[in-house]
């Protein structure tokens, strides 16, 4: 069974921090790996989707890494401003079936 | 603009009642869809695999009987709690599988059973 961790769980930063967020799965069959911003009592927005070939994605500032066969991704953010404060959330995906599995996510708080 | 759409956003019901909440895929056809439900500060949790004209694939722990999904057409998924109950509160997202990988997610449905 598919286990997310995310690290660290909340983070608050003054802005124009870059910054790291980890993310960690156990089953390393996957076959992408997406990243998600959810704002509060809001739905998911899709941030970058890493396919299991890929070893990056780039949008904007943000920049996502995937070692698949150690477990691990890593999401930056790059000069950080107090929009991108929200919930980032790992989703790993099992098989071509768009079934995902969530990691708890990482709570950042950017600060003005 | 939204290419999922939840509804209701809000619903409160008593305690014995069912609810039903609509998630549509708006401008593209979704032969799957997936129900999430998510508690305060904790994770999504995959309920379920909705798939157009034939029954869901529950996960391990879902009870198919109180959570009813009914995907009727390929641009509309059901989910249907059933004799709710206080500990069924929760946020239900639903999520659309776009052309391959994309995937597509509701805003949501806050349910609250008084």
């Known amino acids: 069974k598919q286990e997310v961790t995310q690290i660290p769980a909340a983070l608050s930063v003054p802005e124009g921090e870059n910054l790291v967020l980890n993310c960690s799965f156990t089953d390393s069959a996957i076959y992408n790996l997406q990243w998600f911003r959810q704002d509060p009592g809001k739905g998911l927005t899709s941030l970058l989707l890493?396919?299991?070939?890929?070893r990056e994605q780039t949008s904007g500032r943000l920049n996502a890494s995937l070692d698949k066969s150690s477990g691990r991704s890593t999401l930056y953010i790059a000069a950080s401003q107090p929009g991108d404060s929200a919930t980032y959330l790992c989703a790993p995906g099992s098989g071509n079936t768009g079934k995902l599995i969530f990691g708890q996510g990482t709570t950042l708080q950017v600060k003005p | 603009g939204a290419v999922v759409s939840q509804h209701p956003s809000r619903v409160i019901c008593k305690s014995g009642t069912s609810v039903k909440i609509e998630c549509r895929s708006l401008?593209?056809?979704?032969?799957?869809m997936f129900w999430y439900r998510q508690f305060p500060k904790q994770s999504l949790m995959l309920m379920a695999t909705?798939?157009?004209?034939?029954?869901?694939?529950?996960e391990q722990g879902v009870e198919k009987d109180k959570f009813l999904i009914n995907h009727a057409s390929l641009t509309l998924s059901t989910l249907t709690v059933t004799s709710a109950h206080p500990e069924d509160s929760s946020f239900y997202i639903c999520?659309?599988?776009?052309?391959?990988?994309?995937?597509?997610f509701g805003e949501g449905s806050w349910l609250t059973v008084v």
């Open positions: 999520s659309a599988r776009f052309r391959g990988d994309t995937i597509y």
């Open positions: 890493i396919q299991s070939s890929q």
């Open positions: 909705s798939n157009e004209g034939s029954k869901a694939t529950y």
């Open positions: 401008d593209f056809q979704a032969t799957t």
